[in-house]
T-cell receptor, first 117, second 114 residues
Framework: DAGVIQSPRHEVTEMGQEVTLRCKPI?????LFWYRQTMMRGLELLIY????????DSGMPEDRFSAKMPNASFSTLKIQPSEPRDSAVYFC???????????????FGPGTRLTVT | GDSVTQMEGPVTLSEEAFLTINCTYT??????LFWYVQYPGEGLQLLLK?????DKGSNKGFEATYRKETTSFHLEKGSVQVSDSAVYFC?????????????FGKGTHLIIQP
């Protein structure tokens, strides 16, 4: 299995530009999570989906952030307009709950390092 | 809300030393507890987990016991290796880890010197 795939791995953009981060979960997994990692705040959950439906988006910092999951094999996290304080590493993770929710494990992608100048 | 507190480090040890990384949590009910490891430039990998009080998770020589009375889940290893150098995250979940988000500690940077 290829694991969780994220693209791009690195993104540098100017303030005010739109940024789109992409994630392909492990095939067959029914949960998808987006996290953000910064030095100041550590790892924070932004939003997660179950069967392509957003379940909890309370961690999305502002209306500038939006996430979609149009099908089971693809999700995007969009920031528009971007700001320097959005600079962080963004991780996508997926899990399969079918064996029982108390045994499922989240598998993380390698992350996208975003720098907004 | 839920929270996890862990020593941030960096923690620097010599090879073959004993390792303890402290982790305490605040949560209502009976969360599941986890340790994740992050190697440079990579995503997080699950190291071990425990889903109920007094459970011991173990993997690759690392161990942690779920102590509800002290709300703790300290990570230990008897003899560390240079290859254990990484950032270690303590985390909790209400569902067992797969069906809701994880709440993470700030991470502990571990450096093992030969």
């Amino acid at each position: 299995d290829a694991g969780v795939i994220q693209s791009p791995r690195h993104e540098v953009t100017e303030m005010g530009q739109e940024v789109t981060l992409r994630c392909k979960p492990i095939s067959g997994h029914d949960y998808l999570f987006w996290y953000r990692q910064t030095m100041m705040r550590g790892l924070e959950l932004l939003i997660y989906f179950n069967n392509n439906v957003p379940i909890d988006d309370s961690g999305m910092p502002e209306d500038r952030f939006s996430a979609k999951m149009p099908n089971a094999s693809f999700s995007t996290l969009k920031i528009q307009p971007s700001e320097p304080r959005d600079s962080a590493v963004y991780f996508c993770a997926s899990s399969l709950s079918g064996r029982g929710v108390f045994s499922a494990e989240q598998y993380f992608g390698p992350g996208t390092r975003l720098t907004v100048t | 809300g839920d929270s996890v507190t862990q020593m941030e480090g960096p923690v620097t040890l010599s090879e073959e030393a004993f390792l303890t990384i402290n982790c305490t949590y605040t949560a209502t009910g009976y969360p599941s507890l986890f340790w994740y490891v992050q190697y440079p430039g990579e995503g997080l990998q699950l190291l071990l987990k425990a889903t109920k009080a007094d459970d011991k998770g173990s993997n690759k020589g690392f161990e942690a016991t779920y102590r509800k009375e002290t709300t703790s889940f300290h990570l230990e290893k008897g003899s560390v290796q240079v290859s254990d150098s990484a950032v270690y995250f303590c985390a909790l979940s209400r569902s067992g880890g797969g069906a809701d988000g994880l709440t993470f500690g700030k991470g502990t940077h571990l450096i093992i010197q030969p």
